[in-house]
């Protein structure tokens, strides 16, 4: 038994459930014990995680069957997930030492981090289908207790994701039961079905379903903005962000590739939800006011990109989408971890109230100015080199995919409208000048344990951009990719980010050569009025605040401009938050119901008779029979 | 590929130097041809040279409580998005071969960068009007480039159909002008050039006479000198990637004459933006956004239409 538990494949998920269960367990007067066992048990499983990515790519062991239920299997795709899954747990374990300190309950927040990191690993590893379901719905679990960490206001939020995960787990139950039925087997890499069965295409539909919610696709993605608004930012960083978009497009890749090989049909339409949610979510997210909020629209419209390369159904696509989503997770949790920061430097989200902390938060600044340019493809950072293979892969399938040009330039405008978001957060941020409200704080850059997980994604954002083939995609993507890759022609991310500094060297240059080697620091000019209560000889002291740019109503435009107006109306109403639809309907009927429930004594005794005179006659008529 | 010859591609030929030089040349053009329009003598041929080097000898402001890094840093940019733009596109037109399939959607990408520089500039110059500016350049991006993408897949689909290749090089080989989905992509492309470029009329970003310079407000000597330097690049980059797109390229292989010939296209295409800046008023931020998204993508998706069907 102990030599079972002690197998390097069983390993990564025992020991973190239960270095969960002793950090639950300890006094909370030994709380340096419990963030050492939080942050140490996660690092040791990533190293866990890394031995078996090695051992496999050594022709090492890659099964292990204990009994039927207990059938694990590694290749290295799972392999692939599963590294990202321990790294982003190391990450977010060490970042919420400082983003959670102080807070209530945090032996119960580490345990349950510990046990998602635990059963996330074994949700990927899982061979049999029982044993699959088993751990995506205890991820339902630890996601719902998670996002109730962000107390009161949270549990709204917690519910209605539990509520949206659950009910695609059920999908997934489905799905699972009609693949047993029509094959008879329960081990996932003995099913594959063809499109030839009306039955096998619900399967693949309810497979899909699971996988589009628990990435938060639309039009299942509700749950994630209203998580990422209530929820600890170091929970969105870390479940949100990034492992719930890993298994989600674990889940994918697998039903995509594998269980199920997709006809013309569904492929594009899920091209089609791909391209929705790409500009969709992106419209949402810009005329956000709240940062959270904000982040949590493009973590749903990121994931269209994900879906647009695995659905086309080429091997370089396919590459792009699982590429793009490992990239995601890390730009992704890096703005989220910033925000976190300065949430908890500047006591606030809401972009109105902020302003100016370029300056006071250095190291944050410039891991988020990365992180934003590296969401919004702008090369030679990671996010242009996954989207760029994503759109070979679409072009690649051409016709294959259906409306392929619509496809493309959906993607391509997701980025420029990506872009303009972030600009605003940037600005608003960041940049501009603070409101008085916000000048009075005393806002300093957070701690070594908070700065460094944010920075250290960011700067992995510029290698894995730079390097992206020697790296990232030569030992994790490629290996993963069902097929052949044939790349018709490779972005040239080292030469080209060579060109780059090379520009930026030479301007340095004129710099050095020039006065901006020691430049003046004067006033701005902004046509006379002052923008700021300064002593200038000669004149009065003036104050002058109208003439605050705060940057959140940059997109005022084309908020009020004629169909989007309708758009972003009908997004006020919940319209295209299936959570809220689905309880308007349910309550439709409840209600009819409802006008049944009189509790009037009378009525209630009509329908009994009533009622008992059906069963008599239809006694009598099956007995007449 | 060597380092060093790639560095030196990038800095000399055909990158930053060689595309500086011509660009300061196209920015004469542009000032000769307005000076004509408005019937003056126009300026020596030397004079946009003069000018870039005057600003190096100003002296450099940065605004009080700015963020004087991304300050200084947001020109080198513009400056190093628009060498890299450059050298794909050169790349594909003088070294035959090179280049590599999908660099079309690379040198589009990396030819916002120049916007992107002078939005981060004007942001971290912390002064209103130079955020309203840098918001306006934003949403002028967002308008032009729904637009843009569209027009340039037109080429993409032809090249991709005649020779199964979306290299740049092997683009410049086919002349999608010649067909009626080309001319209109055509169109569609050149409006959003002067959109790219921000000249009249989409020039609401710096609009000088109510943002006195927006973007740029702040500005001054070497690093307002680099940015007036990128603008000169990207006005011969943008033209020069839309003949080889749409116009059948340079020619340099077939000789002397017809690699002329070929200049003298990018030279029409730049004296066609310069008559509409000479001859149009500025339209307002919401205005241009309602053009780009409302009947320029409605020609751009004509186009492609008709590019589907083969037309």
């Keep these: 038994m102990m030599e079972m538990l002690l197998h390097p494949m069983i390993l990564p998920i025992t020991l973190p459930v239960v270095a969960g269960v002793v950090c639950l367990l300890l006094p909370r007067q030994l709380h340096k014990v419990r963030d050492i066992i939080a942050v140490g048990a996660s690092a040791v499983t990533l190293l866990l995680a890394l031995r078996l990515l090695v051992a496999l790519r050594g022709g090492g062991l890659y099964t292990f069957a204990a009994c039927p239920l207990v059938n694990l299997r590694l290749d290295a795709l799972s392999g692939f997930v599963m590294v990202a899954i321990a790294l982003f747990g190391v990450l977010s374990a060490l970042y919420s030492l400082g983003y959670m300190a102080g807070r209530e309950r945090l032996n119960e927040y580490y345990a349950y981090l510990l046990w998602t990191v635990g059963i996330s690993c074994g949700a990927v590893l899982a061979n049999h289908f029982l044993l699959l379901l088993i751990f995506w719905g205890m991820l339902g679990v630890t996601l719902y207790l998670m996002i109730g960490m962000g107390g009161s206001k949270a549990s709204a939020a917690a519910k209605k994701t539990f509520i949206v995960i659950g009910g695609s787990d059920c999908l997934l139950m489905l799905g699972i039961a009609i693949a047993w039925h029509v094959t008879g087997r329960m081990l996932m890499d003995e099913v594959t079905l063809t499109m030839t069965r009306k039955l096998n295409v619900l399967a693949f539909l309810c497979f899909t379903v699971a996988a589009l919610a628990k990435a938060g696709a639309m039009p299942f993605h509700s749950w994630v903005p209203d998580c990422g608004e209530k929820a600890p930012l170091s929970v969105s960083a870390f479940l949100p962000a990034s492992l719930d978009k890993l298994l989600g497009i674990y889940l994918l890749a697998r039903t995509m590739h594998g269980l199920f090989v997709a006809s013309y049909a569904l492929r594009v339409l899920l091209m089609l939800v791909g391209a929705a949610t790409v500009m969709c979510a992106v419209m949402m997210a810009l005329v956000q006011h709240d940062l959270r909020r904000l982040l949590a629209y493009h973590a749903v419209s990121q994931v269209g990109y994900m879906v647009l390369g695995i659905a086309s159904g080429t091997a370089i696509g396919m590459a792009g989408g699982l590429f793009h989503m490992l990239n995601h997770a890390m730009y992704k949790s890096s703005l989220f971890m910033c925000a976190g920061s300065v949430e908890r430097q500047a006591g606030t989200c809401d972009l109105d109230r902020l302003g100016g902390l370029g300056r006071a938060m250095p190291i944050t600044f410039v891991s988020c100015l990365v992180a934003a340019m590296a969401i919004s493809g702008v090369p030679p950072l990671n996010g242009f080199a996954s989207k760029w293979m994503v759109y070979q892969g679409i072009i690649e399938a051409g016709n294959q995919s259906g409306p392929w040009v619509i496809w493309i330039v959906a993607a391509m405008f997701g980025s420029a409208l990506t872009l303009a978001s972030f600009v605003k957060i940037l600005h608003a941020v960041f940049l501009r000048k603070p409101p008085a409200e916000a000048e009075r704080r005393n806002v300093s850059e957070v701690g070594f344990s908070m700065w460094f997980p944010t920075a250290f994604l960011g700067l992995m954002c510029l290698v894995f951009g730079v390097f992206w083939k020697r790296l990232p995609y030569t030992f994790l993507v490629e290996p993963a990719v069902v097929g052949e890759v044939t790349i018709p022609g490779l972005w040239w991310g080292a030469p080209a980010a060579l060109v780059l500094l090379a520009g930026i060297a030479a301007g340095l240059v004129i710099y050095a050569l020039t006065t901006a080697r020691k430049p003046r620091v004067c006033a701005t000019y902004i046509g006379g009025e002052l923008m700021e209560a300064a002593d200038i000889p000669g004149e009065a002291r003036s104050d002058s605040r109208d003439v605050e740019v705060s940057g959140v109503d940059f997109y005022r435009t084309i908020e009020t401009m004629a169909p989007f107006r309708g758009f972003y109306a009908a997004a006020r109403q919940k319209a295209f938050d299936i959570y809220d639809v689905g309880t308007k309907i349910l309550f439709y009927f409840v209600d009819i119901l409802r006008a049944a429930h009189t509790g009037l004594l009378p009525t209630y005794l009509t329908w009994l008779v009533a009622g008992m005179l059906f069963v008599v006659w239809w006694l009598v008529r099956a007995g007449g029979g | ?311």
């Design chain 2, 1 to 311: 590929m060597n380092p060093a010859v790639i560095i030196l591609k990038a800095l000399i030929f055909p990158g930053l130097l060689f595309t500086a030089v011509l660009g300061l040349v196209t920015s004469w053009v542009d000032r000769f041809v307005t000076a004509r329009v408005q019937m003056r003598v126009g300026p020596p041929f030397l004079q946009p040279f003069y000018d870039v080097a005057k600003l190096m000898i100003k002296e450099t402001c940065v605004p009080a409580g700015g963020s004087t890094w991304l300050f200084l840093g947001a020109p080198l940019v513009g400056l190093s998005g628009v060498t890299l733009g450059a050298l794909v596109v050169w790349s594909a037109l003088l070294f035959g071969g090179r280049g590599f399939s999908g660099d079309v959607i690379v040198a589009l990408y990396v030819l916002t960068l120049p916007a992107v520089g002078v939005i981060l500039g004007s942001f971290a110059s912390r002064n209103p009007l130079a955020s309203l500016g840098g918001s306006r350049e934003m949403k002028l991006l967002l308008s032009y480039e729904l637009p843009l993408a569209l027009a340039v897949l037109v080429p993409v689909m032809q090249s991709y159909a005649a020779v199964q290749s979306i290299r740049l090089a092997d683009m410049a080989t086919q002349l999608p002008v010649a067909s009626v989905s080309g001319v209109l992509a055509l169109v569609v492309a050149i409006l959003c050039m002067q959109a790219k470029l921000t000249l009249v009329p989409f020039d609401a970003p710096e609009a000088e006479t109510e943002l006195t310079g927006g973007a740029y407000m702040e500005y001054s000597g070497p690093p307002l000198g680099l940015f007036k330097l990128t603008r000169a690049m990207m006005l011969v980059t943008m033209p020069l990637f839309l003949v080889t797109v749409f116009c059948g390229g340079l020619d340099v292989a077939d000789g002397v004459l017809p690699a002329l010939l070929g200049l003298l296209k990018v030279l029409g295409l730049v004296v066609v933006i310069v008559l509409i800046r000479n001859t149009a008023p500025r339209v307002r931020t919401d205005q241009a956004v309602r053009f780009f998204w409302g009947p320029v993508t409605l020609v751009a998706l004509v186009a492609v239409g008709l590019g589907m069907m083969g037309l």
